[in-house]
């Protein structure tokens, strides 16, 4: 399958994976993550069950806070 990751083009071998899934490939491994399929936000606790397909626009920014 062929996805836009971070306005970058991947490809991986398998049809569809979950978000936990794309996470542990791209070894992503921020605490504080927000995650956008198609522009909707994927809830941390929907990481497990949200899938990702070909041709999906997918959105992982880590979130950085400071003073």
Do not use: C, P, W
Request: no cysteine.
């Amino acid at each position: 399958m062929k996805i836009i990751l971070n306005n970058t083009q991947e490809t991986f071998k398998q049809d569809k994976m979950t978000v936990n899934e794309l996470l542990e490939a791209k070894t992503f491994t921020f605490k504080m993550l927000v995650v956008r399929i198609n522009g909707t936000l994927i809830k941390k606790d929907e990481y497990n069950s949200a899938t990702i397909r070909d041709s999906d626009d997918v959105m992982v920014l880590h979130l950085v806070s400071g003073g």
